[in-house]
C-alpha cells in the first residue's frame, strides 16, 4: 500500500500564493498519473491539476495560468504552485497517484483563502 503525504496548506489572503507538496511513500513501476483534485464541504472532489509520467498535463479551467503542476517521477513527489489564489480556490486539497491496476490517495491538506 503506498502512502501519500500532502503538506504546503495553509490560510492565505486572495491574491497570494501557496506551494502544495505530496511524497508517495514509494514509486510505481511504468505509465502513471499523479495529479491534485480538491474537495469543498459537501461538494465532490474534482481534479485541479494532473500531469502524467509522459509529461502531460492537465488543469480545470478556473486554475488556468495561475496554477502550475511539476513532478518529480524518480522522488515520487509532485507539486502544486498556486498563484493569484482566490476565495473560490478553498478546500481541501488531496494528491493522487494512479496507474494501471491502482491508485492511492493522501489524507488531504486544507487551503483556505481569505477575501
Known amino acids: 500500500q503506498v502512502q501519500l503525504v500532502e503538506s504546503g496548506g495553509g490560510l492565505v489572503e486572495a491574491g497570494g500564493s501557496l506551494k502544495l507538496s505530496c511524497v508517495a511513500s514509494?514509486?510505481?513501476?511504468?505509465?502513471?498519473?499523479m495529479g491534485w483534485y480538491r474537495q469543498g464541504p459537501g461538494d465532490q472532489r474534482v481534479l485541479v491539476a494532473s500531469?502524467?509520467?509522459?509529461?502531460?498535463?492537465d488543469y480545470a479551467d478556473s486554475v488556468k495560468g495561475r496554477f502550475t503542476i511539476s513532478r518529480d517521477v524518480a522522488k515520487g513527489m509532485v507539486y502544486l504552485e498556486m498563484t493569484r489564489l482566490k476565495p473560490e480556490d478553498s478546500g481541501k486539497y488531496f494528491c493522487k497517484y494512479s496507474g494501471l491496476g491502482y491508485q492511492y490517495w493522501g489524507q488531504g491538506t486544507q487551503v483556505t483563502v481569505s477575501s
Open positions: 514509494e514509486t510505481m513501476y511504468g505509465f502513471s498519473v
Open positions: 500531469m502524467s509520467t509522459r509529461n502531460i498535463q
